[in-house]
Each structure stands twice: as C-alpha cells, then as structure tokens.
C-alpha cells in the first residue's frame, strides 16, 4: 500500500485509491504514519488527536481496529498496525510513505550535482518535486496529527524547487521555472532565494515588468518585518527596469586550437560543490601566446556554471598608444554591465568597489580582466562573493596572494603542429610531419607567430615547406629591447617582408593608431590615398592575419603586432609618420563636422567652422546615417582629441571637442563631454589670437558643468565666457552667454537674475532675427512663469516658441518646449491637451536619439496619467523614463525620484514614496537646486505628517517654507495656508 501525505491525505493499493473512513479515523491513521515503524502509547494519540477535549471514553482502541479492517478489505498485506508493550506501531516499508520517497530523490539529487551529474540531478529532483500534489497533509487539521511539532516538510519543497529551478535556468527552460515558482512566490513573498529565481525566469522570457512586480511584492512584505531587500533582489530589479546587462564575452576564436591540459586547470579552479570560492586564475605569458584566446575560450566552456554574469573588461596594460584602463574607469565599466544605473554609479574607487562587490553577493559571475599591467590595476576589480571567479590575463607573472598562477607557455609540439595543420591546410601537408615540426619550432610554437607564419602559407599554394623555412631561416634580427624572442621576429619578419611596400606603410601607421580601430576611410586618410585602394589595403593585411576584422569593415591590430609595428618598424621618414597622423586627424574634423551637421542640422550655426576638407571623409544620406557612423567612431574621436592636445594640435583639439558636444550630450556621455572640452579649455587658453575657441569652449564647458551639478563652477565658466563674446562683438555669442549664466541661475534659486538674462538675450536674438535663440529664451521664460504660478503667461511663451522652432526644424528645442507646454496645462487642469504635447515630445526625442529629452518627456507623462488616476500608466511610464536615459544628468536624476515619489504616494506605498523623495533631497541639496530641495521637503513633510510623525515633519515643513519665500515662489504662501489648518505640532508656533 502506498499513502501520499504530500498534498490531500490518500492511500492507494493496486492501482486503486482506498477509503480511509471519516475524519477522526484518519487523523489516527496519519499519526502513526508520521510515526512510522516507532511505537506510539495510546494515551498519546489521545492527546494528539483530541487536545483537551478527551473522549470520556477510549476510541482509540475501535480506531485501530477500524484501520485494520481498511487495510484488509483492500487486500494489503505489507502494512500492520501491531499491539506492543509501548503502544501502537504502524509497520510498513519506509518507500510506502511518498515523504520518505522525497527525501530520499532530494538526496539523490545533491549527490548527482556533487558528482558533476546536472541532467541526473534535474531526473531525480522533477520525480521529487512531482510527489507532490498541493499543501502537506490538505484536508486534514495539522493541529490534530501533532500540531507544532510534526515536521513539515514544506521548506525542503521550497528547497527542491530552488535547486531544480537553478539546474532548470541554467538549461534555459525558463519558462518551467515561471510557472512553477509563480504560486510558491505568491504564497511567501519574502522567500528570497525563489523571488530570485522567479525573477531570473521572468527575465529570461523578457518578462521585465513582471519581474518589477515580483521585486516590488518581496520588497514590501520585507518591509513589513523591518527588512531590507538583498542586493542580488536590487541588482534583479535594476536588470527588469535598464534592461539586462550589456557585459558579454567576445566571441570565440575560430582558431583556438589545443590548450587542454590549461583549459582543464581554468575549469578544475573554478567554484563549485566541491570547491569554495571566489576563484582568481592569473595567466601570464609572453605576446602572442594566446592568453587573451585561453581566457575567452575558457569563459565560453564556464558559461553554464555562471548563469548570472559574464564579465570582460580589457585594461590596456601593454596596448601601444592606447593609455591603460585605471581601476576607477573599469570599475566604472563592469558596473554598467552589471546593469547599475549611472546615476548610482559612485565617483571615488573605494565607493565603486564596494558597491561592485555589493552587486556580485549572492550571484554566479566570471570576470575576464584582460591584458592587465600590474596587480594593483586589478586588486580592486577582484570578486569576493564564493560563487564568482575572475580570470587575469597578464604578461606579467602575477604575485596576488588569492591567485592561482597559470604560466602559458609555448604550445605542446603535437597541439602547435595541429594548429598549423588545421591553418594552412591538411592536405597540403600529407607526408611532411617533419618539415611542419621545423616551422612550429622556428615559431617559437607561437599561437600568434604560428597562425601568422601559417597564413602566408596558405596564401602561397606555389611555396614548399623548405622555401618557407628558408625565408623564417633568413628573416633578419630585431632590437632585443622590444620584447620578442628570435622565433617571434622571424615570424613577424617573414610576414612582414611579403607586403608590398603600400602593405608594409599601412602596416606601419596601424600600430602608431591613436584609437582602438579603423575602417577603410581612416585608413585611405592616413595613407593620403583613395578609400578603395586603402579597403584592398586592409584586405591583405586581415588575409595575412595581421589585423583582426572585429566587425564589417572595422579592424584592428593585437597588442604583439601593434609593438612590434609601433617599435621594432619605426617610420623610415618621421615627418612623412606625423604628416600621416595629421591627415588622420584632418579627415577624423571633417568626418565628425559632416556627421554633427547632418544628425543636427539646427545646431550648424553654432558650430566651429571647419575649413578642412578630406576626399575620404563619408557622406552621409542622412541622419540615421550620421548617427550610426558617430556611434560607431567615438571612442576613436575621443583618442584623436587626446593624441592631438598632447602631440601639439591645438585646432584639432578644440574644433573636435566643440563638434562633438551635442552628441555627447544627447547619449548622455557626461564625462566624455566635460573631458574634451576640458582638453580644449587647455589648449585655447594660452592662446590670445583664439579669443573665440576659447570663450566657446568656456560656454559649452559651462553647460556640461551645469549638467553635472557643478553650479558654482558652470556659473564661474559662464561668466568668464560673456566678456569675452562681447569684445568680440558676437551678438549671437553675448546672447547665449546671458542665457548660460541664466540656466544655472535658475538652479542656484536666482530667478530675478535669471529673468533678466533671458529677457536682455531675447532683445538680442530678435535684433538679428535669430529664430532658434528667440525661442530658446522664450521656453526658459515660459519655464520660470510656470514656477511662479503665472501659468496664463508661461502657456503664451511656450506657444510662441514652437513656431520659431518648427521652422527652422530644431527639433530638440521643439522637444523640450513642447514637454515644458505639456506641464503648464497639466497644472492648468488640461490634461488631454498636454498628454498630446508629451507624447510628440518623446516621439521627436526617440527619433533625435536624445535619450534625456525622451526620459524627461516619459516622465511628464507618468504625471499626466497619475493625474487622471491611471496609476498603472503612470508607473510604466516612470520604468519607461528610467530606461530611456541610462546615464541621466542629476537635474533628471532628481525629476525622476520626485515624480516616482508622487506616484508611488498616490499607490498608497508611503515607503517608496519616502525613499524616492529622500533621494532626490540628497541630490537636490548635493548640487545646490533649491527649489527642487524644496519641493521634496514639502512632500516629505505631508507624508511624515499623514503618518503621526510630526516632529520629523516639522523640520521638513520648515525648510521648504524657508527655501519657497527666499526664492519668491508661491508655493511659500499656500505652503503656510496648509499649515495654518493643522493643529498638530507640524504647525509649530504660527505666532
């Protein structure tokens, strides 16, 4: 006979379910079964059964023989209720009970998942997990089989479902893992470990705002015990709103051939059942040896053993002309591939790290820090959470004390004479073992000497093997202070000494490349040549494995070769090697001004003139165009700003940084931003016959630092900016230099200084008919109207600006008037009309790609729909916002947690609403905005208020009260008219 506790309380013989007789009968029944083949007195059953309500008379005795006379009737002959000296004793095989037969899989399962053995394991945890049918013992009242002290089995369910649930994700069925954890998540929302599953189910199927659900459940139930959400909980929520993380392997070599014994050694480190973490394996070796391929193909075969995260981070240790990655900057980048908003991201490396060890507590990441140039670029950079694993790859041998050391050493003969065979080609080689042996030893056994000497094999088929061991015999030696033994400058030689001389010029200029890559364009200006000449150019150089093509028509050079180029092939002309870079840096100015022209062509009379012209620069159809070009250069323009401020170009340096501002600025790459242009600051400062760069860049700087919350500083920038465009006698520039000193008035609480800047720059645009500024001033008039409850005139300048902007075609500006109209008439009560003017907002910003004026006018129409009471609206606006822009500016940042606050309040959850409010306190006092500071003091205080904490309230009335009538906003008076309401301490003395 067999009896299923697991679910509704059943017994079963032959196939056939067997009545247990009513409900006393089988609240006896299930006490001797929890007490299986353990005698049980009869006085106790008694008191299990009925408590303080004891029969007067013994039932017990009439129960037993009732069940006897159940298991006879069906025929069970492997089952018995004996009589003993100390009780009853129910006995039966312990697989009779499907409790045991549980445990029993669970076990199992543990054992196969130690053995290495995952599809055993999910077997035998599926047949686990199946035993059960609903609630422990359902049917049956817990309290009369034992009450308290009968052990559930429910947290080993909740057990097996977590370990199936992870082998089950890392198989990719996710969707089994939703639907089974979806009701266990529901019933306990503060069962962390299945929250954490089910979000990664959800997430695995796209499910984003599902995911946000889970986490917003979990987070209020652990709320309610005084918890706090876990970071790997944080780090789930941040994936369902951003997006998931954008960090991943490269992908891996076609080449990769052997390495078995290292791979296997990688492997045998990483974390697992049988060994505790977080493992660290450094690789170390010289160029070439393929350590870089080591890495990633054993990053690749690991994948499935971290299911969280895979990292790769290159640091540029030994990179010619590129500078080395500091720990703060990769810090910076493994956290926004961990999916870690901007706006979170600390600035100092002690505050980045712990918040990176923070992210990876509780997950399964492997970290590839690759080419890393001393221990202490990576300390920091290191995992600690025991499931997590990093992989350095150095020249250097590494002396970290949590290391493992991985010395990569030439290839086996056997695995070096593979890979050569599998690159030149077996047939080829039938019956020249030998002659192959010899080729491998001449390079060195290489992978990078090997895969090089092999392609110029392959791209011979006329050569014998003694003609190309001739030539590797032949190759001439090399400066020892390169870093290269004999074999790599043999290898590198021959194929070096096979270009045609344009091959071996290009050759040369590559690995002088300020930037990370080129394409046939930079190439044909470096060569002063035409582009199709400098693609074939490129062509042979990838066929001859000298360059790597990392996308359709972008190459570039690996670190050995880009040394041996840079150093060991010095130009043999050195100003024939500057006039090279210069035409790079010619043709990356007029690139860029075409591109910045065409993706914005309302800013072109804001831009510097660029008189250069380059036959290879693009031509751009259109603005789709310009923006993917751009998209796909910027790290090579931010290069070439750099390589020309410190090389002595100071035209190049501050025309490109100015060029390069608006594109910064709408894909929110802040630091990029205020780096050129502080590197343009530098070079036009010292120069009096550049009076104009000098006060342009000033006033663009001035902007970023108002950006970045600098005030004072962007204040500083803007001022030293406005007498300069005046000696200049620049009506244009005098004007857009009072409206910057205007813009950060506004956020330093200066409003009477701010009016009249714009006011005196709109006098000036409208005496040259400059159309774009008139309504640039009339928008930020319309704006600081609005503040100060002058809604009738802030909706008219509004509404005469979108002319001027529609117009001229500006459509950022046309973006952020018609935001800024929308919340006028949000304010004026006509809400329909400003839910059109948001929503044509966030079409222009999408199609600009202007990532701040599209969070700013999603943000704007989650308050549009919270005023309508469309609250579900309004929250998958706000997550809407919050992706939109992955790098927001504090003033967004803190727009954001207001608005979020608001909605949140209106949903009832004052927590959340406390939280999102308090941190847009924080940064509204951090950057000095005061009437941002203010408005979130005010809704602080009402929350506190409606929650009986008056004293805390009172501070927070206070302080906005104090902050509204310092800055002659209205909200001070109705502000007091609320507080004169109350009689509770938040009124505090009125007298």
Same mark, same amino acid.
């Given at each position: 006979?067999?009896?299923?506790?697991?679910?509704?309380?059943?017994?079963?013989?032959?196939?056939?379910?067997?009545?247990?007789?009513?409900?006393?009968?089988?609240?006896?029944?299930?006490?001797?079964?929890?007490?299986?083949?353990?005698?049980?007195?009869?006085?106790?059953?008694?008191?299990?059964?009925?408590?303080?309500?004891?029969?007067?008379?013994?039932?017990?005795?009439?129960?037993?023989?009732?069940?006897?006379?159940?298991?006879?009737?069906?025929?069970?002959?492997?089952?018995?209720?004996?009589?003993?000296?100390?009780?009853?004793?129910?006995?039966?095989?312990?697989?009779?009970?499907?409790? @045991?037969?549980?445990?029993?899989?669970?076990?199992?399962?543990?054992?196969?998942?130690?053995?290495?053995?995952?599809?055993?394991?999910?077997?035998?945890?599926?047949?686990?997990?199946?035993?059960?049918? &609903?609630?422990?013992?359902?049917?049956?009242?817990?309290?009369?089989?034992?009450?308290?002290?009968?052990?559930?089995?429910?947290?080993?369910?909740?057990?097996?479902?977590?370990?199936?649930?992870?082998?089950?994700?890392?198989?990719?069925?996710?969707?089994?893992?939703?639907?089974?954890?979806?009701?266990?998540?529901?019933?306990?929302?503060?069962?962390?470990?299945?929250?954490?599953?089910?979000?990664?189910?959800?997430? *695995?199927?796209?499910?984003?705002?599902?995911?946000?659900?889970?986490?917003?459940?979990?987070?209020?139930?652990?709320?309610?015990?005084?918890?706090?959400?876990?970071?790997? !909980?944080?780090?789930?929520?941040?994936?369902?709103?951003?997006?998931?993380?954008?960090?991943? +392997?490269?992908?891996?070599?076609? $080449?990769?051939?052997?390495?078995?014994?290292?791979?296997?050694?990688?492997?045998?480190?990483?974390?697992?059942?049988?060994?505790?973490?977080?493992?660290?394996?450094?690789?170390?070796?010289?160029? *070439?040896?393929?350590?870089?391929?080591?890495?990633?193909?054993?990053?690749?075969?690991?994948?499935?053993?971290?299911? =969280?995260?895979?990292?790769?981070?290159?640091?540029? *240790?030994?990179?010619?002309?590129?500078?080395?990655?500091?720990?703060?900057?990769?810090?910076?980048?493994?956290?926004?591939?961990?999916?870690?908003?901007?706006?979170?991201?600390?600035?100092?490396?002690?505050?980045?790290?712990?918040?990176?060890?923070?992210? !990876?507590?509780?997950?399964?990441?492997?970290?590839?820090?690759?080419?890393?140039?001393?221990?202490?670029?990576?300390?920091?950079? !290191?995992?600690?959470?025991?499931?997590?694993?990093?992989?350095?790859?150095?020249?250097?041998?590494?002396?970290? =004390?949590?290391?493992?050391?991985?010395?990569?050493?030439? /290839?086996?003969?056997?695995?070096?004479?593979?890979?050569?065979?599998?690159?030149?080609?077996?047939?080829?080689?039938?019956?020249?073992?030998?002659?192959?042996?010899?080729?491998?030893?001449?390079?060195?056994?290489?992978?990078?000497?090997?895969?090089?000497?092999?392609?110029?094999?392959?791209?011979?088929?006329?050569?014998?093997?003694?003609?190309?061991?001739?030539?590797? &015999?032949?190759? %001439?030696?090399?400066?020892?202070?390169?870093?290269?033994?004999?074999?790599?400058?043999?290898?590198?030689?021959?194929?070096?000494?096979?270009?045609?001389?344009?091959?071996?010029?290009?050759?040369?200029?590559?690995?002088?490349?300020?930037?990370?890559?080129?394409?046939?364009?930079?190439?044909?200006? /470096?060569?002063?040549?035409? @582009?199709?000449?400098?693609?074939?150019?490129?062509?042979?150089?990838?066929?001859?494995?000298? @360059?790597?093509?990392?996308?359709?028509?972008?190459?570039?050079?690996?670190?050995?070769?880009?040394?041996?180029?840079?150093?060991?092939?010095?130009?043999? =002309?050195?100003?024939?090697?500057?006039?090279?870079?210069? $035409? #790079?840096?010619?043709?990356?100015?007029?690139?860029?001004?075409?591109?910045?022209?065409?993706?914005?062509?309302?800013?072109?009379?804001?831009?510097?003139?660029?008189?250069?012209?380059?036959?290879?620069?693009?031509?751009?159809?259109?603005?789709?165009?310009?923006?993917?070009?751009?998209?796909?250069?910027?790290?090579?323009?931010?290069?070439?700003?750099?390589?020309?401020?410190?090389?002595?170009?100071?035209?190049?340096?501050?025309?490109?940084? +100015?060029?390069?501002?608006?594109?910064?600025?709408?894909?929110?790459?802040?630091?990029?931003?205020?780096?050129?242009?502080?590197?343009?600051?530098?070079?036009?400062?010292?120069?009096?016959?550049?009076?104009? *760069?000098?006060?342009?860049?000033?006033?663009?700087?001035?902007?970023?630092?108002?950006?970045? &919350?600098?005030?004072?500083?962007?204040?500083?920038?803007?001022?030293?900016?406005?007498?300069?465009?005046?000696?200049?006698?620049?009506?244009?520039?005098?004007?857009? %230099?009072?409206?910057?000193?205007?813009?950060?008035?506004?956020?330093?609480?200066?409003?009477?200084?701010? /009016?009249?800047?714009?006011?005196?720059?709109?006098?000036?645009?409208?005496?040259?008919?400059?159309?774009?500024?008139?309504?640039?001033?009339?928008?930020?008039?319309?704006?600081?109207?609005?503040?100060?409850?002058?809604?009738?005139?802030?909706?008219?300048?509004?509404?005469?600006?979108?002319? !001027?902007?529609?117009?001229?075609?500006?459509?950022?500006?046309?973006?952020?008037? #018609?935001?800024?109209?929308?919340?006028?008439?949000?304010?004026?009560?006509?809400?329909?009309?400003?839910?059109?003017?948001?929503?044509?907002? $966030?079409?222009?910003?999408?199609? /600009?790609?202007?990532?701040?004026?599209?969070?700013?006018?999603?943000?704007?129409?989650?308050?549009?729909?919270?005023?309508?009471?469309?609250?579900?609206?309004?929250?998958?606006?706000?997550?809407?916002?919050?992706?939109?822009?992955?790098?927001?500016?504090?003033?967004?940042?803190?727009?954001?947690?207001?608005?979020?606050?608001?909605?949140?309040?209106?949903?009832?959850?004052?927590?959340?609403?406390?939280?999102?409010?308090?941190?847009?306190?924080?940064?509204?006092?951090?950057?000095?905005?005061?009437?941002?500071?203010?408005?979130?003091?005010?809704?602080?205080?009402?929350?506190?208020?409606?929650?009986?904490?008056?004293?805390?309230?009172?501070?927070?009335?206070?302080?906005?009260?104090?902050?509204?009538?310092?800055?002659?906003?209205?909200?001070?008076?109705?502000?007091?008219?609320?507080?004169?309401? +109350?009689?509770?301490?938040?009124?505090?003395?009125?007298?």
């Amino acid at each position: 006979m067999e009896f299923r506790l697991l679910g509704p309380f059943e017994a079963w013989h032959d196939g056939a379910q067997v009545e247990l007789g009513d409900l006393q009968q089988r609240h006896a029944l299930a006490v001797l079964l929890l007490h299986a083949n353990t005698p049980v007195p009869g006085e106790r059953l008694i008191d299990i059964i009925w408590g303080e309500n004891r029969p007067k008379s013994n039932l017990i005795i009439g129960y037993i023989a009732k069940i006897r006379r159940v298991f006879r009737d069906a025929g069970a002959d492997d089952v018995a209720i004996l009589t003993t000296p100390t009780g009853y004793r129910l006995e039966l095989d312990e697989d009779a009970l499907d409790t @045991v037969r549980f445990h029993k899989l669970c076990a199992g399962a543990a054992a196969a998942r130690r053995r290495d053995d995952p599809a055993g394991a999910t077997r035998l945890l599926h047949e686990a997990v199946a035993l059960w049918r &609903g609630d422990f013992l359902d049917g049956l009242d817990i309290d009369r089989v034992g009450g308290s002290g009968v052990l559930a089995p429910d947290d080993a369910l909740r057990d097996a479902v977590g370990d199936l649930a992870e082998l089950e994700l890392a198989s990719g069925n996710h969707r089994w893992v939703r639907d089974r954890l979806r009701p266990l998540v529901d019933k306990d929302p503060t069962h962390e470990r299945l929250a954490v599953l089910l979000m990664r189910a959800l997430l *695995g199927n796209g499910d984003r705002a599902r995911a946000l659900e889970v986490y917003r459940r979990t987070e209020r139930s652990m709320e309610a015990y005084g918890m706090t959400v876990p970071p790997e !909980l944080q780090s789930l929520a941040r994936q369902a709103r951003y997006g998931p993380p954008r960090g991943d +392997l490269p992908p891996r070599s076609g $080449r990769f051939t052997g390495r078995r014994e290292e791979l296997a050694e990688i492997e045998a480190l990483a974390p697992g059942r049988d060994r505790a973490g977080p493992a660290v394996v450094w690789v170390s070796g010289p160029p *070439g040896v393929g350590k870089t391929s080591l890495a990633v193909e054993a990053a690749h075969r690991l994948r499935d053993r971290f299911t =969280d995260a895979r990292l790769f981070v290159s640091l540029n *240790g030994f990179t010619p002309q590129v500078r080395p990655t500091t720990p703060t900057e990769a810090l910076g980048e493994l956290l926004a591939e961990l999916g870690v908003p901007p706006e979170q991201v600390p600035r100092t490396l002690r505050e980045r790290a712990a918040l990176y060890q923070d992210e !990876l507590a509780g997950t399964r990441t492997l970290v590839v820090l690759d080419n890393a140039g001393s221990e202490e670029q990576v300390r920091a950079l !290191l995992p600690n959470a025991p499931a997590c694993m990093a992989i350095v790859t150095s020249r250097r041998v590494g002396d970290l =004390d949590v290391a493992d050391s991985l010395r990569l050493d030439p /290839m086996p003969e056997a695995e070096a004479v593979e890979l050569f065979r599998s690159l030149a080609g077996a047939r080829r080689l039938t019956g020249w073992t030998e002659r192959v042996r010899e080729v491998v030893a001449r390079c060195g056994r290489v992978p990078l000497q090997i895969t090089i000497v092999a392609s110029q094999f392959r791209r011979h088929p006329a050569w014998p093997l003694d003609h190309l061991l001739r030539l590797l &015999g032949e190759a %001439g030696p090399w400066n020892p202070n390169g870093g290269f033994d004999d074999a790599g400058v043999a290898a590198y030689l021959v194929s070096y000494q096979q270009l045609e001389q344009p091959q071996r010029t290009l050759f040369r200029l590559v690995g002088h490349l300020p930037g990370h890559d080129l394409g046939p364009e930079a190439a044909a200006a /470096m060569l002063g040549g035409e @582009v199709h000449r400098a693609r074939a150019l490129l062509e042979a150089l990838y066929q001859a494995s000298l @360059v790597e093509e990392s996308r359709p028509e972008r190459y570039r050079m690996l670190d050995p070769l880009k040394s041996f180029a840079s150093c060991a092939l010095p130009p043999p =002309d050195p100003a024939e090697h500057r006039a090279a870079l210069e $035409r #790079l840096l010619d043709f990356y100015l007029a690139a860029t001004h075409a591109a910045i022209t065409t993706a914005f062509p309302f800013d072109r009379d804001q831009q510097p003139r660029v008189d250069t012209r380059h036959v290879a620069a693009p031509v751009f159809a259109d603005r789709r165009a310009a923006l993917d070009w751009l998209g796909a250069e910027w790290p090579n323009l931010l290069a070439a700003v750099r390589h020309a401020a410190k090389h002595d170009h100071p035209d190049h340096t501050w025309r490109l940084a +100015l060029l390069l501002w608006r594109y910064f600025h709408t894909t929110a790459r802040l630091g990029e931003w205020i780096e050129t242009l502080e590197l343009a600051r530098e070079v036009t400062a010292g120069d009096p016959d550049n009076l104009e *760069g000098h006060a342009r860049v000033l006033l663009r700087l001035s902007t970023a630092r108002w950006r970045a &919350g600098e005030l004072d500083h962007a204040l500083e920038l803007a001022a030293a900016a406005l007498p300069k465009l005046i000696r200049l006698g620049d009506v244009r520039g005098e004007a857009d %230099g009072l409206c910057g000193i205007a813009l950060v008035a506004i956020d330093q609480g200066m409003h009477r200084r701010a /009016m009249a800047h714009f006011e005196a720059a709109l006098v000036k645009y409208e005496e040259i008919g400059h159309r774009r500024g008139q309504a640039h001033a009339l928008s930020h008039l319309g704006y600081l109207d609005e503040m100060h409850g002058e809604l009738e005139s802030a909706e008219r300048r509004q509404l005469a600006a979108i002319p !001027l902007l529609r117009a001229i075609d500006h459509r950022a500006g046309l973006a952020n008037t #018609l935001d800024n109209l929308g919340s006028v008439r949000q304010r004026l009560g006509r809400v329909d009309q400003a839910l059109a003017n948001h929503q044509e907002a $966030r079409a222009l910003a999408v199609d /600009m790609g202007d990532s701040v004026a599209a969070a700013y006018a999603l943000t704007n129409l989650a308050n549009a729909y919270r005023r309508l009471g469309r609250l579900d609206e309004a929250t998958r606006h706000h997550e809407l916002a919050a992706a939109a822009c992955p790098e927001p500016d504090p003033s967004l940042r803190i727009q954001l947690h207001l608005d979020q606050g608001a909605t949140r309040l209106a949903r009832g959850d004052l927590s959340g609403a406390l939280r999102e409010l308090r941190a847009g306190l924080a940064l509204a006092t951090e950057i000095g905005d005061r009437a941002q500071r203010a408005r979130a003091d005010l809704a602080l205080a009402r929350i506190l208020h409606s929650v009986d904490d008056h004293a805390r309230a009172a501070e927070h009335w206070r302080s906005a009260e104090a902050e509204f009538d310092d800055l002659e906003l209205p909200e001070g008076r109705r502000l007091r008219s609320e507080l004169d309401r +109350l009689d509770c301490a938040c009124a505090g003395d009125r007298d």
